[in-house]
């Protein structure tokens, strides 16, 4: 039994320059089915169509999948592939030659099949039908098949007319699962049609007639437009999902996924969770409770609340936190491009160099951590956030934030001035901050919680200014912080991909080390990508610095080809992170004793450092795919080794989704 869920129809004009290369797409219609309130449905159309990408049988690699596969008339294809010639179709006009192709290792990312080539002097591809083979390396895809039609046009090329992919998705290989299909058809080809540069945008734009259709206005013009008339089944899923919708078992279904999966419990216009906060510990409050909530766009579509009470048992201590984010789009603030004012207010603790991504500090999870973690702080912060997206995945934001930072637990803020330690209470201060980022192509799957990236081959660059300002609002200290990051995949065909992150920073100004760069480190047993595995919590801070984290999948190039191995299906990773940093004379506490002395540990040796002319270099070899969700590495460190309480190797696990 086969119950559809998702449909979605898209009539565009497809404009292409190829000098310089650019493309263009004008919407006359696109409709969809809607799952409310539980799924992104823009970002699950961005995921399919990203799973389901474009084949293009002339470019080298093509990905799929998040995979990329090689195409078997790349340039490397005889390498990769073998081929036989099978059959002549001379009752075709032009004649066609068929040949078969087949994978030289059954486990890699490579297709087989039959093309078909013209035998009129051009040699060019009319049709094609492939799959992959079932012992591939590739997660929860049982059927892939791919079937393309090219048609001759008026400039004696063959243009592609017809593409339909087909997939079943599954846990096993038998049993229930997931059905997808993509169909992509293009008709009336013209060529030699010139338009001027500036008619090419980046973003997708909607034709000017069709801004804002009704859904009668959608259904007349498509079924006036439609290159195939729709099956019985298809046109009967859009009246389907508005009834199963309605089922009380099918709202229940979805409460649980979305319990389980993003951690929030759906009451209408209020959200509870994230659930896997409401329990923590650690060593300054103990045995944490916490419990919060959210409304939704059914509470009011433009004013967006949300809050959390926290209780430690062992500080005694009740830690809340409260924010209204106002959207000026009208719409949702997890609905793309966002323009939304934040106000919030914090009091909660914090581990100092402790940044994380798609998790909450407080899970439960990340209770449990290697080696001595006593120095924490109380903050309290203000914070006013105005941010602003465009369409071109072009964003800025401005800032206006008050902190105050109060050590705790193990840590203790001193200075050394006239030869005797004296205590300090709090740290102080007010910023202004602006940051810029671009991400060009960018495409995202919203959750409940994060935006979760779709990688793709371009760069996402972040560039943030902070400046201090004292006596602003009882500011104690004038600084100025500028830091940029650069991400960029980087796919290498059969040998995997590689993610790059090269990141730098300066901090400008007499300042104390709490506001330095106080560099990533992770003492839990997650394997953190952005964070160094194997560096203590506050083990490093810089005034000045620069880092490069390479972190390569081999996508199981290695183990397909050993015997026992490739049966498993797990696949290679590497990773290599190398920290250049230092500490000028202004703001070194050992050469300046006004400043804070370095924390230390209870038998009196100092914990924190600067980076010398050594870098801190940390290395790890992976095995990922563990029953398909798990990556464990062997962690190695390199550098600054008779630190003490460190640790010089490490095993570290995290659950890694990947097709």
Do not use: C
Request: zero cysteines; glycine letters at 6%; proline letters at 4%.
């Amino acid at each position: 039994m086969v119950v559809p869920i998702y449909l979605q129809e898209k009539l565009t004009d497809e404009y292409f320059m190829r000098t310089p290369e650019n493309k263009k797409s004008i919407v006359k219609v696109n409709q969809k089915v809607s799952i409310d309130d539980y799924v992104d449905n823009e970002g699950l159309s961005n995921y399919l169509n990203y799973l389901y990408n474009d084949v293009d049988i002339y470019d080298n690699n093509i990905t799929l999948f998040t995979n990329q596969f090689l195409s078997p008339i790349a340039d490397a294809a005889p390498t990769f592939y073998k081929f036989y010639v099978t059959d002549t179709l001379k009752d075709e006009t032009p004649k066609l030659v068929e040949l078969t192709f087949v994978p030289r290792d059954a486990g890699g990312f490579l297709f087989q099949g039959k093309l078909y080539v013209t035998l009129d002097g051009s040699y060019a591809v009319q049709k094609l039908n492939m799959t992959v083979n079932k012992n591939i390396n590739l997660n929860w895809v049982r059927e892939l098949y791919i079937d393309q039609r090219y048609e001759k046009s008026s400039d004696d090329r063959y243009h592609l007319a017809k593409s339909k992919m087909r997939a079943d998705f599954g846990l096993s290989k038998s049993g229930g699962g997931l059905y997808g299909e993509r169909l992509v058809s293009y008709k009336n080809f013209t060529t030699g049609n010139v338009h001027p540069e500036e008619f090419y945008k980046p973003e997708e734009q909607i034709a000017n007639n069709q801004a804002n259709p009704t859904d009668i206005e959608n259904e007349a013009f498509l079924n006036a437009n439609r290159h195939d008339s729709l099956t019985r089944a298809e046109s009967k899923v859009y009246q389907n999902i508005d009834s199963l919708q309605k089922m009380p078992s099918f709202k229940r279904t979805l409460d649980i996924a979305t319990l389980l999966l993003a951690g929030y419990k759906n009451f209408g216009w209020w959200e509870l969770g994230p659930v896997n906060t409401f329990y923590s510990f650690n060593p300054v409050e103990g045995f944490r409770l916490r419990v919060g909530g959210r409304t939704t766009p059914k509470f009011n579509e433009r004013l967006y609340f949300e809050t959390y009470v926290a209780y430690g048992f062992k500080d005694e201590k009740w830690k809340y936190f409260l924010s209204a984010t106002y959207s000026f789009t009208g719409r949702s603030i997890r609905e793309f491009p966002l323009k939304t004012l934040r106000v919030s207010y914090q009091r909660d603790t914090k581990i100092p160099g402790q940044e994380l991504q798609f998790v909450q500090e407080d899970n439960f999870l990340l209770s449990f951590k290697r080696g001595i973690n006593d120095k924490w702080l109380y903050n309290d912060i203000w914070n006013i956030d105005y941010l602003h997206e465009f369409d071109s995945h072009f964003s800025y934001r401005l800032g206006l934030k008050y902190w105050e930072q109060t050590a705790a637990g193990g840590l203790i803020f001193t200075n050394a001035e006239n030869d005797s330690l004296n205590p300090v209470t709090d740290v102080i201060t007010t910023e202004l901050s602006a940051e810029l980022r671009w991400a060009p192509g960018e495409q995202f799957y919203q959750s409940k919680a994060y935006r979760i990236p779709i990688p793709n081959r371009y760069p996402v660059i972040t560039l943030r200014y902070t400046a201090g300002i004292k006596g602003l609002i009882n500011s104690q200290y004038n600084y100025h912080s500028i830091v940029l990051n650069v991400f960029k995949r980087v796919y290498l065909s059969q040998f995997g991909y590689t993610d790059v992150v090269v990141e730098g920073g300066y901090m400008a100004r007499k300042v104390p080390f709490p506001l330095l760069s106080i560099h990533r480190a992770n003492q839990t047993y997650s394997y953190q990508l952005q964070s160094y595995n194997l560096m203590n919590f506050l083990e490093f801070v810089s005034d000045e610095y620069v880092s490069v984290n390479f972190d390569h999948y081999f996508n199981g190039f290695i183990f397909n080809k050993v015997p026992l191995l490739k049966r498993l299906k797990w696949r290679e990773a590497v990773t290599l992170k190398v920290l250049y940093g230092s500490i000028r004379t202004e703001n070194d506490p050992n050469k300046n004793p006004d400043l804070f002395t370095f924390p230390v540990n209870d038998v009196g040796q100092t914990t924190t450092f600067s980076l010398s002319k050594q870098p801190y270099l940390e290395a790890s070899v992976g095995i990922a795919n563990i029953f398909k969700l798990i990556r464990v590495d062997a962690v190695k460190r390199f550098s600054y080794l008779n630190n003490p309480e460190i640790a010089k190797w490490g095993v570290r696990a995290r659950f890694k989704f990947d097709f």
